[in-house]
């Protein structure tokens, strides 16, 4: 049952991301100069919507991870510190890439990953 929760997890992600890419944000996009001008321009907007809707694939990646390890064993601490810092960590890279390293929640989620994978 764990597996197939997993399964499911890991493919709301991908369908979420791929979905929203192509349905919701990329008509966002071409309706550009209704977006609010964020810092100065309609990029930063568009950049903080893309990573804020394509975030929430890695705690789901995250999550369908766990569910698998608690199918086949009882996870270890660091094991769970593992997950959840690689997932912080990774979660760095969506405000950095979307946003060219102008929202700076990136470091945030650095520090939290940092600090977690080396508690």
């Known amino acids: 049952m764990l597996e ?5 997890l890991a ?18 996009a071409r309706r550009e100069a ?16 893309r990573f804020v809707w394509h975030l929430i694939a890695v705690p789901w990646g995250t999550m369908a991870y ?5 199918a086949h ?10 997950a959840i810092g690689a997932s912080a960590s990774l979660s760095a890279l969506m405000p950095f890439w979307f946003t060219r390293g102008r929202h ?3 470091l945030v989620f650095l520090l939290i990953g940092g600090l977690v994978l080396g508690a």
Do not use: C, K, N
């Open 4 to 8: 197939l929760a997993a399964a499911l």
């Open 11 to 28: 493919l709301m992600g991908v369908a979420h991301a791929y979905l929203g890419e192509r349905y919701i944000l990329s008509r966002l």
């Open 34 to 49: 209704q977006l609010p001008p964020l810092l100065g321009g309609t990029a930063f907007t568009l950049g903080t919507l």
């Open 66 to 70: 766990l569910l698998l390890v608690l």
């Open 73 to 82: 064993s009882d996870p270890s601490r660091d094991q769970l510190l593992t």
């Open 104 to 106: 700076l929640s990136w």
